[in-house]
T-cell receptor, first 112, second 112 residues
């Protein structure tokens, strides 16, 4: 069974703080993704990575950065958190055989 | 970039009825179309997918159809059950190993 875990289920931060969201998968997948989910807006791609140290911008990368130092770990960084970044953040990794994306449980981030 | 439109945003059906969710996409190069189901409080999970060389695919009570000429694809759920209640997301990709562009989701409610 593919396992994708995220460092926190709930997180509360203050405006201006630097925030780290971590995602770990245990299936040696090369492709990993970060999405944010907001009511009525669906899943929007922030960043993705095809391999260690590789990253590509998604549709809404502004205000975010990522880090992929090891294959199993993909981190999302909010350099200076703002209230409009309050959201549910979902990480996913992708099976290269059938292309299925496996999602983590999500981190609900609240920025005050 | 790719734009995926999904309709309706909410759908309510009686148990045993059929449900149909429709999506359109803009990029004619898209060739991979998965559907994800997200139950309340849970992570999205792949339920069925279709590739551009196939017009229809069925898995028990769910089926997906693809019309490449019209650039639309649909999810059909027959004999709906209360456990089918969830948010369903369609997605499209120009390459089955590439990032997904998701629709905004359809909240399906199946009433007993």
């Amino acid at each position: 069974d593919v396992k994708v875990t995220q460092s926190s289920r709930y997180l509360v931060k203050r405006t201006g703080e630097k925030v780290f969201l971590e995602c770990v998968q245990d299936m040696d997948h090369e492709n990993m993704f970060w999405y944010r989910q907001d009511p009525g807006l669906g899943l929007r791609l922030i960043y993705f990575s095809y391999d260690v140290k590789m990253k590509e911008k998604g549709d809404i990368p502004e205000g975010y950065s990522v880090s992929r130092e090891k294959k199993e770990r993909f981190s999302l960084i909010l350099e200076s958190a703002s209230t409009n970044q309050t959201s549910m953040y979902l990480c996913a990794s992708q099976d290269p055989v059938n292309n299925e994306q496996f999602f983590g449980p999500g981190t609900r981030l609240t920025v005050l | 970039g790719e734009n995926v439109e999904q309709h309706p945003s909410t759908l309510s059906v009686q148990e045993g009825d059929s449900a149909v969710i429709k999506c359109t996409y803009s990029d004619s190069a898209s060739n991979y179309f998965p559907w994800y189901k997200q139950e309340l409080g849970k992570r999205p999970q792949l339920i069925i997918d279709i590739r551009s060389n196939v017009g229809e695919k069925k898995d028990q009570r769910i089926a997906v159809t693809l019309n490449k000429t019209a650039k639309h694809f649909s999810l059909h759920i027959t004999e709906t059950q209360p456990e089918d209640s969830a948010v369903y997301f369609c997605a499209a990709s120009i390459n089955s190993g590439y990032a997904l562009n998701f629709g905004k989701g359809t909240s399906l409610l199946v009433t007993p």
